[in-house]
């Protein structure tokens, strides 16, 4: 059974930083493109950051610079990295291991809120 657990959100004052990191089981997590997508109040699921098994990263562009993807192929974990946050960061994370179109899954997602 594959999971996929998102951990470290919560309430953080703008400019703040907060690290999520997703625990994944049941896959060979090596070999899988870990993504982290967020979802904010009335708006579609994007993609955030993704890192290859080979390690390359991808942002989208109102993140680059401030937020890091980074794996733990030992640990089977993927982490983000967040900096110097915005309320426009506001939004549910999720955690995605895709290895192809039949193996892709998904966390349960963790709140991230950005306010004063």
């Known amino acids: 059974q594959v999971q996929l657990v998102e951990a470290g959100g919560g309430l953080v004052q703008p400019g703040g930083s907060l690290s999520l990191s997703c625990a994944a089981s049941g896959i060979i997590f090596g070999a899988y493109v870990m993504s982290w997508y967020r979802q904010a109040p009335g708006k579609e699921r994007e993609l955030v950051a993704s890192?290859?098994?080979?390690?390359?990263?991808n942002y989208q562009d109102s993140v680059k610079g401030r937020f890091s993807i980074s794996r733990d192929n030992d640990k089977n974990t993927v982490y983000l990295e967040m900096n110097k946050l915005k309320s426009e960061d506001t939004g549910v994370y999720y955690c995605n291991a895709r290895f192809a179109p039949s193996e892709n899954y998904w966390g349960q997602g963790t709140q991230v809120t950005v306010s004063s």
């Open positions: 890192i290859t098994a080979g390690a390359n990263t």
